[in-house]
């Protein structure tokens, strides 16, 4: 009988290692995870039809492949904003990242740095903006921002950013209230977790994940003094609704960097933000976990780019999970791509070295996506070889006679809204 190398390195790492896939990781974080906390990664808003449709979109892109091409050795490196980075990615913002895992955005940034990519800390991080660089001195740090109520701890923030040798600025501009995330309501998800019959319960199921919650520094929003409640009890509290285009001015002045406008969801607005002179914007839904019937960024990247003409940098974010995913993206006119859920599902599965898995795992797929698609570097991705075909049409109505509706396909079939 054949018998593979033993698998080496710690426990955890050799947890992570069996994994495969991003889904695969997603199933193993789904059981060491407490349910509340999975869900709040896993799900979106309402029906959570925004973030299917932006899976499906990237499941109908289609891959034209050259052949009888030299990919010996292939260039999946690029620049972001003038950086360099080792793939066409960014570890997007997430909030309560000490909820996934207790060292939260400390085993993120530490992945990120050491696979050479950007990673942007939150608002909403659980990590402070100083306490983060300190601890990952040498990696490239961005920081996202909402716009407060109160512009004055807005501006300190930038200030703490700046003075910490953050590059990028994120204003993310989709979050004028809290989305309605049914999950988190049907949880009692709040901040910090609530003590109730279910939570006690979950103790028992969970055990390592709640040792290491109650052994280590509370869970909290490290950027505000007050975070108890609902995630939608402080976007309410303290986010600014009456944000505008004109907001954007008072922010150039306070931060000298590049600035990147997280959330479009319109060609007009896309084009707005070239005007104002930002550096890149993200094509994005928020994951699904914002508006509800929204449509794919990806849908709207072409148009984007055409309208664009290299203006400005545009990043896609929403269901990449996998480095097909990341090629299909750029080549459909994405200069990089975010991830949210997909490293946060590393983090769950097994701290550090999940996520450090999971950017393995989407390096070698992108890589083999390139050699595949016989392209060397990521320029070449764009030279027709990724397309992306109109949605199904809806079927025709069974009139109950054939059985068979005019396309010639049998009725019943369905298709994904």
């Not at 790492?13 to 789904?30: G, I, M, Y």
């Not at 309402?46 to 030299?70: H, I």
């Not at 090629?327 to 946060?344: E, F, N, Q, S, T």
């Not at 109505?397 to 396309?407: E, I, M, T």
């Amino acid at each position: 009988m054949l018998v593979g190398p033993r698998p080496t390195g710690t426990l955890v790492e050799r947890r992570v290692a069996r994994a495969h896939s991003v889904p695969d990781l997603r199933a193993l974080a789904k059981r060491r995870a407490p349910r509340a906390v999975f869900d709040y990664v896993d799900g979106g808003a309402e029906s959570e039809l925004s973030m299917a449709r932006a899976r499906a979109a990237l499941d109908r892109v289609e891959f034209s492949p050259y052949v009888l091409r030299d990919v010996a050795a292939v260039r999946p490196d690029t620049t972001i904003l003038g950086r360099p980075a080792s793939l066409p990615l960014v570890l997007g913002p997430t909030g309560l990242t000490r909820a996934m895992h207790h060292e939260g955005e400390m085993a993120v940034a530490r992945a990120a740095r050491e696979a050479g990519l950007p990673y942007a800390l939150s608002t909403m991080g659980t990590t402070s903006i100083a306490g983060l660089r300190a601890a990952v001195p040498a990696a490239d740090l961005w920081f996202q921002l909402y716009m407060w109520r109160d512009r004055a701890a807005s501006r300190a923030l930038l200030e703490q950013a700046a003075g910490s040798g953050y590059s990028t600025l994120v204003l993310t501009v989709d979050v004028p209230v809290a989305g309605g995330r049914l999950r988190d309501q049907r949880n009692g998800f709040t901040m910090p977790p609530t003590l109730r019959a279910r939570t006690l319960l979950d103790m028992g199921l969970h055990p390592s994940w709640w040792v290491n919650m109650l052994t280590t520094g509370p869970l909290a929003f490290a950027t505000m003094d007050s975070s108890h409640g609902s995630v939608a009890d402080t976007v309410g509290r303290m986010f600014d609704p009456a944000v505008t285009f004109d907001d954007l001015a008072w922010v150039r002045d306070t931060w000298s960097g590049p600035i990147v406008i997280k959330g479009v969801q319109r060609v007009e607005d896309a084009v707005r933000a070239a005007e104002v002179g930002v550096d890149a914007i993200v094509l994005s839904n928020h994951g699904g976990r914002q508006l509800d019937r929204t449509q794919a960024p990806l849908d709207l990247l072409p148009r984007v780019r055409e309208r664009l003409q290299g203006s400005m940098e545009i990043y896609l974010d929403g269901g990449i999970r996998s480095g097909a995913d990341i090629a299909a993206a750029v080549g459909l006119g994405a200069d990089a791509c975010l991830i949210g859920r997909a490293y946060l599902y590393g983090l769950m599965a097994g701290g550090e070295a999940g996520v450090r898995r999971v950017l393995a795992l989407l390096g070698e797929e992108f890589v083999r996506t390139m050699q595949l698609l016989g392209v060397r570097d990521v320029p070449e991705l764009r030279s027709g070889v990724v397309h992306l075909p109109a949605a199904a049409p809806a079927l025709p109505a069974d009139d109950g006679r054939s059985g068979v509706a005019d396309n010639g396909r049998p009725t019943g079939a369905g298709t994904v809204p």
